[in-house]
């Protein structure tokens, strides 16, 4: 095109300016306990181990099936949202929510907070996170949308800064627990604040779900994290134990299962895609319209929005775990370790609502992410055994802003790209990605972390001058296979009595294992970021017009085609 096409957005009912922008602090404050409730578990690590005698790989399912559970189900609760109210959704998942949260609190062992914490609350979670920003996409247009979406990714960002300290001065002053019972009181709130909230009505279709799309999708999701995540107990390619399924042993020719699993998921991902495409062919309503993805603003906002996602729950995994095994802190100091990245995300993301009127949100998300490379270098590098919380300091700095500039902006130009009618739906798939890219991230990191220090502490026994050879077999073997111990529990147990000396010199060797461990697996963070930066050039350059705050203007260099919901009153996007 020679000439920039311009959108004009629907009008919508006036509401009153409280109305409007109160409904955006209820809004905000649900994505606020949502963000919090995973960021808290990071810092709480070792308390919660101590305190259900559990092991770390244990929470890491805590930690991934959270994101897990919202990948699988956030689309279905965007479509229910579409279906019945948005706001009824809200306030029902404020509720489930409340109740998953209580659970969580009354754990006694593992299972328990893993039904309470990731199934129930992650059920909540759902159906919240796409009637939120759904509702933003409604009630908000022009310059507005722009800032409420930089306020909302604010919250959320300033959620996964805020979650650390807080859950740690509850886990070392109080109890793990209390992490979870502010969230029933939190919810209360919210339900008295929803009055301020507009009533939506829902679609007026016969309502259906499609049942076997959640039920591909969520098997698919959770087959490929299993998979990541028992890599650390049944290795990523030949088998380091057999794997055992309802009381029998499967012969996998000597193979790992993890790469089964995951071939398996794949295929299963691969059925729903299939399926979802025949339910359009159809004409029947798909649980995901794969012609959302047909519109390139849309598809490249999620795919930079995915990607991006993969790298950034290495590094708030990462830190905790080398502060408090390594340096010792509790968990109340190891979230103040992070408060630069808590204080450069609290000012950036509202902030880049206003920076977009300057720059492209385009570029301002590429920017963030070479920020966000550059940070995860130099956290990367600062990781020794001698390093303290205010070696990470810079790093964090830098990080944080990266992902204060990303967060909103992505959402903002991604949603922006369709029309409210499928908000939800547009919205849910936003959430599932992002949520599926933490999910696979933490695993995948995770794995990686845990792998290494196997690998790094069986090597620096083996090196160790000090040890004599005739005890090093059993010490590797001893030491690597509790690397849980290794981390939050102060060594490993070793039944054989060692000379003090000895001691020292596994506790040294542990140490620098776990460092170098923490190293590798920002390795991956990095990989992903720089994926992520590549991803966002298929970004459009989208352009607010200055004439008015209700249009959009298309850069030249992108064709009609990529706007396909541009006639039918998409909404704007605005910088």
């Known amino acids: 095109m020679n000439e920039s096409t311009t959108i004009i957005e629907n009008e919508q009912a006036p509401q009153s300016a409280f109305r409007k922008w109160g409904s955006l602090v209820v809004m905000s404050f649900a994505v606020l306990i949502i963000v919090i409730d995973t960021t808290l578990l990071n810092v709480s690590l070792g308390n919660i181990i101590r305190d259900l005698g559990t092991n770390i790989q244990s929470l890491q399912w805590v930690i991934t099936s959270y994101s897990l559970t919202l990948a699988a189900l956030t689309v279905t609760g965007g479509r229910l949202g579409d279906m019945f109210g948005r706001k009824k959704m809200f306030m029902l998942g404020a509720i489930i929510f409340a109740v998953g949260s209580f659970?969580?609190?009354?754990?006694?062992?593992?299972?328990?907070?893993?039904?309470?914490?990731?199934?129930?609350?992650?059920?909540?979670?759902?159906?919240?996170?796409?009637?939120?920003?759904?509702?933003?996409?409604?009630?908000?247009?022009?310059?507005?949308?722009?800032?409420?979406?930089?306020?909302?990714?604010?919250?959320?960002?300033?959620?996964?800064?805020?979650?650390?300290?807080?859950?740690?001065?509850?886990?070392?002053?109080?109890?793990?627990?209390?992490?979870?019972?502010?969230?029933?009181?939190?919810?209360?709130?919210?339900?008295?604040?929803?009055?301020?909230?507009?009533?939506?009505?829902?679609?007026?279709?016969?309502?259906?779900?499609?049942?076997?799309?959640?039920?591909?999708?969520?098997?698919?999701?959770?087959?490929?994290?299993?998979?990541?995540?028992?890599?650390?107990?049944?290795?990523?390619?030949?088998?380091?134990?057999?794997?055992?399924?309802?009381?029998?042993?499967?012969?996998?020719?000597?193979?790992?299962?993890?790469?089964?699993?995951?071939?398996?998921?794949?295929?299963?991902?691969?059925?729903?895609?299939?399926?979802?495409?025949?339910?359009?062919?159809?004409?029947?309503?798909?649980?995901?319209?794969?012609?959302?993805?047909?519109?390139?603003?849309?598809?490249?906002?999620?795919?930079?929005?995915?990607?991006?996602?993969?790298?950034?729950?290495?590094?708030?995994?990462?830190?905790?775990?080398?502060?408090?095994?390594?340096?010792?802190?509790?968990?109340?100091?190891?979230?103040?370790?992070?408060?630069?990245?808590?204080?450069?995300?609290?000012?950036?993301?509202?902030?880049?609502?206003?920076?977009?009127?300057?720059?492209?949100?385009?570029?301002?998300?590429?920017?963030?992410?070479?920020?966000?490379?550059?940070?995860?270098?130099?956290?990367?590098?600062?990781?020794?055994?001698?390093?303290?919380?205010?070696?990470?300091?810079?790093?964090?700095?830098?990080?944080?802003?990266?992902?204060?500039?990303?967060?909103?902006?992505?959402?903002?130009?991604?949603?922006?790209?369709?029309?409210?009618?499928?908000?939800?739906?547009?919205?849910?798939?936003?959430?599932?990605?992002?949520?599926?890219?933490?999910?696979?991230?933490?695993?995948i990191i995770g794995a990686a972390m845990l792998t290494a220090l196997a690998g790094n502490i069986t090597i620096g026994i083996q090196n160790n001058q000090h040890i004599p050879n005739l005890l090093k077999p059993y010490l590797e073997q001893t030491v690597s296979s509790q690397t849980s111990n290794v981390e939050f529990s102060g060594g490993a147990q070793i039944k054989m009595k060692l000379p003090t000396s000895i001691q020292a010199d596994i506790h040294n060797v542990s140490e620098q294992a776990i460092a170098n461990a923490n190293k590798n697996s920002v390795s991956y963070g990095i990989f992903f970021a720089i994926l992520g930066f590549f991803a966002s050039f298929m970004l459009p350059n989208v352009r607010l017009s200055p004439k008015s705050a209700k249009k959009v203007e298309v850069s030249p260099d992108d064709d009609a085609e990529d706007f396909p919901d541009a006639q039918e009153g998409a909404p704007a996007v605005a910088h």
């Not at 793990?176 to 009055?195: A, C, D, K, Q």
């Not at 794969?290 to 950034?312: H, Y």
């Not at 300091?393 to 992902?403: E, S, W």
Request: charged share 10%; glycine share 10%.
């Open 103 to 443: 659970i969580a609190s009354i754990s006694t062992n593992f299972p328990m907070l893993l039904i309470g914490e990731s199934i129930i609350e992650g059920i909540g979670a759902a159906l919240m996170m796409p009637a939120t920003s759904a509702l933003l996409v409604a009630n908000f247009k022009g310059r507005d949308r722009a800032l409420a979406f930089g306020v909302w990714g604010g919250v959320a960002a300033g959620g996964a800064a805020i979650g650390p300290i807080l859950g740690g001065y509850l886990a070392t002053n109080f109890s793990w627990r209390w992490g979870f019972r502010i969230n029933v009181f939190v919810t209360i709130l919210l339900l008295i604040g929803s009055i301020l909230i507009n009533k939506d009505e829902p679609s007026k279709e016969k309502p259906t779900l499609d049942w076997i799309g959640v039920f591909l999708s969520a098997t698919g999701l959770l087959s490929i994290v299993f998979g990541v995540i028992e890599a650390s107990t049944y290795g990523w390619w030949k088998a380091t134990q057999a794997f055992n399924i309802f009381g029998q042993t499967l012969d996998l020719w000597g193979y790992s299962v993890t790469p089964f699993a995951i071939a398996l998921g794949a295929i299963i991902i691969s059925l729903f895609i299939a399926w979802e495409l025949h339910l359009e062919k159809a004409r029947k309503k798909p649980l995901v319209s794969m012609k959302l993805f047909k519109n390139r603003q849309f598809s490249s906002g999620m795919l930079t929005t995915t990607t991006m996602s993969l790298g950034q729950a290495g590094i708030i995994f990462s830190i905790p775990v080398f502060l408090q095994s390594v340096r010792g802190l509790d968990a109340f100091n190891t979230g103040l370790a992070l408060l630069p990245l808590s204080i450069s995300l609290l000012i950036c993301a509202p902030l880049s609502a206003f920076i977009s009127k300057i720059i492209p949100p385009k570029r301002l998300v590429q920017l963030g992410l070479l920020l966000d490379i550059a940070a995860m270098i130099i956290i990367q590098q600062s990781f020794s055994v001698n390093a303290d919380a205010w070696t990470f300091a810079p790093g964090l700095a830098l990080y944080g802003m990266g992902m204060g500039f990303i967060m909103a902006q992505v959402s903002n130009l991604a949603l922006s790209a369709v029309p409210v009618s499928e908000a939800g739906e547009a919205s849910g798939v936003n959430s599932t990605l992002r949520q599926m890219g933490s999910s696979f991230g933490s695993a």
